[in-house]
Nanobody, 124 residues
Framework: QVQLVESGGGLVQPGGSLRLSCVAS????????IGWFRQASGKEREFVVAINKDGGTTRYVDSVKGRFTISRDDAKNTAYLQMNSLKPADTDVYYCAADPSLVFRTEASRYDYWGQGSQGTVSS
């Protein structure tokens, strides 16, 4: 079992950047596909981006392509979400999640372990 803790959220102006971190403990992050999801109050959790276990494959939702980048540092057991050119529509609580299954998927229901969430607010 793995525990995930996010950090790095905050308030930024439109066009600015945030970098979220997701530190894994209990098991190595290489044992999991890692996904980032976001959720606004009263809305369903939305897939943002994911990276597979070996780090060789990534998937992005169309709305963040070219602006967001997922990465992983196995030595630090940490995954990152670099968010650039932020828009007010990106304001959400961001969650990292881990999926131990063999198949790389992006559905939130496939991810067994979740962090507590980190608020990212884009506003002038």
């Amino acid at each position: 079992q793995v525990q995930l803790v996010e950090s790095g959220g905050g308030l930024v102006q439109p066009g600015g950047s945030l970098r979220l971190s997701c530190v894994a403990s209990g098991r190595t992050v290489r044992s999991y596909h890692i996904g980032w999801f976001r959720q606004a109050s009263g809305k369903e959790r939305e897939f943002v981006v994911a990276i597979n276990k070996d780090g060789g494959t990534t998937r992005y939702v169309d709305s963040v392509k070219g602006r967001f980048t997922i990465s992983r540092d196995d030595a630090k057991n940490t995954a990152y979400l670099q968010m650039n050119s932020l828009k007010p529509a990106d304001t959400d609580v961001y969650y990292c999640a881990a999926d131990p299954s063999l198949v790389f998927r992006t559905e939130a229901s496939r991810y067994d372990y979740w962090g507590q969430g980190s608020q990212g607010t884009v506003s002038s």
